[in-house]
């Protein structure tokens, strides 16, 4: 079996890579009778062509001659290469309308295309992702923008870091005052955002000490789904409830936002589900928050002042509280910054690659080696020109003329 890695033709480009040169060579050496790897050249790719090439590994111009081909972001309708197997995000099974395209031409060009979101354990659990990355790099951009905000410390970037590592070097400088800091979400987004309150030694707190205590040093409440949502009809909660109708529930975070002042956002949203506040909310003098990093960059999601999704070269822009209107990034005291990368895990790619390398290797590699494996059969949106069973209910999305 020929493996192709592919250059990410995503603008701007993903610095990503779904393996690093030391895995592929691991793994060119453990299955030398069975796989072959090609890797597509790229002027931007976080590991350079030099660095493949000293692995042994070969790099290329043209991967028609691959049968699966993998990336990381959406392939642009004209590169994709016609009776190939693929993997990459798609971003399509929640019918996002700007990739309808990208999926009809899947169809059309007979790929079978195997979404990574969808790649699932027996338990339900996804196994291949980069939520916990998105999490480190939100968590340290929102106090990267409560510096900025405020002025008591300046940090640089996360893409000006080497790894981690330099990171969390960096928040050395931080000297926060008795700022109340808000969690939301305990999944790995959640988790990789944790990392970094601790290792800044930020103190954490329960929820009802972070609503009813005063504190004279900096310290952070995680909450979960069951702490700010409600049943509209008694005020109760069943776990299983809310996440099957989540239009049974409301919101009732409202006394989080008088206290919290840094808001960081890591918690899956369903459409479905109560936003967090409602936008004219903030407009409160109540509302106390006023750095919100949006880790989830759910437009016009959970967090209603996340109108769009910012940049890594753009990282911030302020939202007013009388007009709920974008303005520019600091613009006014008291307006509210907002962070919201859709593409976080790219200010740190190196790791962020070796780690998704890491659970290829160990949930992907083996079964295509297996197939038909039932891992991979779940995740296959697309197979012969049409959509698979599993994902036939995307019918109307993909042909909405029909």
């Not at 192709?4 to 890579?17: A, F, L, Q």
């Not at 959640?190 to 800044?200: N, P, S, V, Y």
């Not at 880790?295 to 967090?303: E, Q």
Request: proline share 5%.
């Amino acid at each position: 079996m020929k493996i192709g890695i592919i250059r990410e033709g995503k603008n701007p480009p993903d610095k990503r890579s779904p393996f690093t040169p030391e895995q592929i060579q691991g793994l060119s050496e453990k299955y030398s009778d069975q796989l072959s790897f090609y890797v597509e050249s790229s002027p931007v790719r976080c590991f350079s062509d030099e660095e493949f090439e000293q692995k042994g590994i070969s790099v290329v111009e043209d991967l028609s001659a691959c049968d699966v081909l993998f990336g990381v972001k959406e392939v642009p309708v004209d590169k994709l290469i016609p009776d190939k197997t693929y993997f990459f995000f798609s971003h399509t099974i929640k019918r996002q309308s700007y990739n309808r395209g990208l999926l009809q031409a899947v169809l059309e060009k007979n790929i079978r295309l195997i979404d990574y979101e969808v790649l699932k354990d027996q338990q339900g659990n996804r196994v291949v992702a980069f939520g916990r990355w998105a999490g480190v790099v939100g968590a340290y951009n929102a106090f990267w923008t409560y510096g900025k905000k405020t002025a008591l410390f300046d940090l640089k970037r996360a893409y000006e870091c080497f790894d981690m590592a330099d990171m969390k070097a960096e928040l050395k400088k931080v000297q926060l005052p008795p700022v109340k800091i808000i969690l939301t979400g305990a999944g790995r987004v959640g988790k990789g955002a944790k990392e970094i309150l601790e290792a800044m030694g930020i103190k954490e707190v329960n929820k009802e000490d972070f609503l009813h205590q005063y504190f004279d040093e900096a310290v952070f409440v995680q909450l979960r789904s069951e702490d700010y949502n409600r049943r509209k009809t008694d005020g109760g909660y069943e776990r299983e409830e809310f996440y099957s109708n989540p239009e049974r529930y409301e919101s009732h975070f409202l006394k989080y936002a008088e206290e919290g002042e840094i808001l960081i956002a890591a918690a899956y949203w369903d459409p479905e589900a109560p936003r967090l506040f409602k936008l004219e909310d903030i407009n409160s003098d109540d509302f106390a928050i006023s750095v919100i990093a949006d880790v989830t960059c759910d437009i016009d999601g959970s967090v209603p002042t996340t109108r769009r999704a910012s940049t890594i070269l753009s990282p911030v822009y302020d939202i007013d509280r009388e007009t709920g209107q974008e303005i520019d990034a600091f613009g006014k005291q008291r307006s509210i910054s907002v962070m919201a990368i859709d593409n976080l895990p790219c200010e740190i790619p190196r790791e962020a690659s070796q780690d998704f390398g890491n659970q290829l290797i160990k949930w992907v590699i083996p079964e295509l080696l297996d197939e038909p494996a039932p891992i991979l059969e779940k995740a296959t949106l697309a197979r012969d020109g049409d959509l698979t069973l599993e994902f036939m209910h995307l019918r109307d999305f993909v042909y909405p003329h029909e």
